[in-house]
Nanobody, 127 residues
Framework: QVQVVESGGGLVEAGGSLRLSCTVSGLTFDDHAMGWFRQAPGKEREGVSCISWKGGTYYADSVKGRFTVSRDNAKNTLYLQMNNLKAEDTAMYYC?????????????????????WGQGTQVLVSS
């Protein structure tokens, strides 16, 4: 059984930083691309970032230059370093494992290629 568990969310002032972590079990971690997604109240889910098993990275335009995704394949862990946070970054953040590819597909940000999802960790940025 695959388990995806996010942690690291919380309340931070605008301009501050948070580091999210995501631990995965039940699958061969480095066989899967990994993604971060977020959903704010009343809004659709948004793809934030994707990382291939080799470390190739992709970002939403809204977070480029502020967020950094990384992974430690030895620890089955995904990270999202978020700097210069803005009020509009407030959302539930979800970690997800791609269903069977180790690369990020062209439309990764839609999310349909991701089969395994965590329960989410809340990020609240006060302005």
């Amino acid at each position: 059984q695959v388990q995806v568990v996010e942690s690291g969310g919380g309340l931070v002032e605008a301009g501050g930083s948070l580091r999210l972590s995501c631990t995965v079990s039940g699958l061969t971690f480095d066989d899967h691309a990994m993604g971060w997604f977020r959903q704010a109240p009343g809004k659709e889910r948004e793809g934030v970032s994707c990382i291939s098993w080799k470390g190739g990275t992709y970002y939403a335009d809204s977070v480029k230059g502020r967020f950094t995704v990384s992974r430690d394949n030895a620890k089955n862990t995904l990270y999202l370093q978020m700097n210069n946070l803005k009020a509009e970054d407030t959302a539930m953040y979800y970690c997800a494992a791609e269903r069977g590819h180790d690369y990020c597909a062209g439309l990764w940000f839609i999310g349909v290629d991701f089969a395994y999802w965590g329960q989410g960790t809340q990020v609240l940025v006060s302005s």
